[in-house]
């Protein structure tokens, strides 16, 4: 499995930015696709956006289309999450994940298939 650690998150005011990233190291070369999930205590973890590693095929929940974008950089082994004009209700845990698995429709924006999971990183967005 991969080793991932995420970075940059932080307080920030309503309609600010932030850039977070996601390192991979260890067992990244069966890596299919990667992921941002964010969760919020009480709830259950939300599928954010995911990224197919070669192809760079992007996915987003419908609650952040348009204002997040994911990205990857495949020589540096890392992944990316663009955060635009934050809202209050984007405060979260952020995690990234790596899947060796080809998706399904019907596990395309969902956490089934990720088999390595990073430390996470909390966003904090303030009214």
């Known amino acids: 499995q991969a080793q991932l650690v995420e970075s940059g998150g932080g307080l920030v005011q309503a309609g600010g930015s932030l850039r977070l990233s996601c390192a991979a190291s260890?067992?990244?070369?069966?890596?299919?696709?990667m992921g941002w999930f964010r969760q919020v205590p009480g709830k259950e973890r939300e599928f954010v956006a995911t990224?197919?590693?070669?192809?760079?095929?992007?996915y987003y929940a419908d609650s952040v289309k348009g204002r997040f974008t994911i990205s990857r950089d495949n020589a540096k082994n890392t992944l990316y999450l663009q955060i635009n004009s934050l809202k209050p209700e984007d405060t979260a845990v952020y995690y990234c994940?790596?899947?060796?698995?080809?998706?399904?429709?019907?596990?395309?924006?969902?956490?089934?298939?990720?088999?390595?999971w990073g430390q996470g990183t909390q966003v904090t967005v303030s009214s």
């Open positions: 994940a790596a899947s060796s698995r080809p998706p399904t429709m019907a596990t395309l924006k969902t956490d089934r298939g990720f088999e390595s």
């Open positions: 260890g067992r990244t070369a069966s890596t299919l696709r």
């Open positions: 990224i197919t590693w070669n192809t760079g095929l992007t």
